[in-house]
């Protein structure tokens, strides 16, 4: 759990990084109700990159990195891009 731990707080990281130093916007909300965890960037309203994991409480740990890595993989490349352009 630890290391999905940090993996959240790099998702958070990029997400408010792309917030503040570019005209992204981004939204991550983790639903308890729906059980979902959702990432999502917009760029003058118009959806760049989303992701969403479904019924996140019941995913086995090991894939749940592996998705979790994926989201994270996908903000870099977005921060990556977002920095060759400025």
Request: net charge negative; proline share 1%; with cysteine.
């Amino acid at each position: 759990m630890e290391t999905n731990f940090a993996l959240f707080n790099q998702i958070n990281s990029i997400c408010y990084w792309l917030l503040i130093s570019s005209d992204y916007r981004t939204n991550v909300i983790l639903d308890a109700e729906k059980d979902t965890y959702s990432v999502e960037i917009k760029k003058y309203g118009i959806v760049l990159y989303e992701n969403c994991i479904e019924g996140f409480s019941k995913r086995n740990p090991r894939f749940l990195q592996y998705e979790l890595d994926a989201i994270v993989a996908g903000l870099l490349h977005i921060k990556l891009n977002v920095n060759k352009s400025a």
